[in-house]
């Protein structure tokens, strides 16, 4: 397979991780959620805790909006260690990102890969969606939430992420226009999801 590098962002619920890692699977490329969180926890000498909940946070951080669009990278490690500690993270991020991304073929899901590597010819962007009642439902299932609570938590996930990726971006969350496919989980099913990604992957597989 020619290197491919698939982004999947995802409403809280969607299944999102689920089909990113069964992707990963059958193509038998590296998965990265929770892996790339160890990875910038190792870099930066923050616990995992801090970098998944930091790293999330939608900061006001005037040097954040500064430097965000002239891209992380291109900042030196003393410069970074003056940010506020979630741009320090987000930096972190950026910068693992791209690497990933010009050295392997992989599946990553979520902290804005999609707008990180954008403009890439190798690279597939999803966004997986679906109705709030079934994402709820799978929260209760696999998550453990209260079933009375389950329906603001998604809410309050989304409301985070949403925040997050307008922070980042300036732009919409979840808006068609970032991504190459949009899914909804809901009416096709995590099997589809998957074999839908895995096929237009296939037939793109001479312009990725």
Known sequence: MKKCVITIGRQCGSGGHTIGK????????????????????????????????????SSASSLFTSVSSRGYSAYSANQRENMALPDQINAYQTELTKELAEKESCVIVGRCADYILQGREDCFHVFITGALSDRASRVITEHGIAPAAAEGHVKERDKKRSGYYKHITDQTWGMAANYDFCLNSNKL?????????????????GHV
């Open 22 to 57: 069964t992707v990963a699977e059958r193509l038998s490329v590296p998965f990265y959620d929770k892996k790339l969180v160890q990875i910038v926890a190792e870099r930066s000498g923050l616990s995992a805790e801090t970098v998944r909940r930091e790293g999330g946070y």
């Open 189 to 205: 099913g995590i099997h589809c999801c998957v074999e839908l990604i895995l096929a237009a992957v296939d037939m793109g597989a």
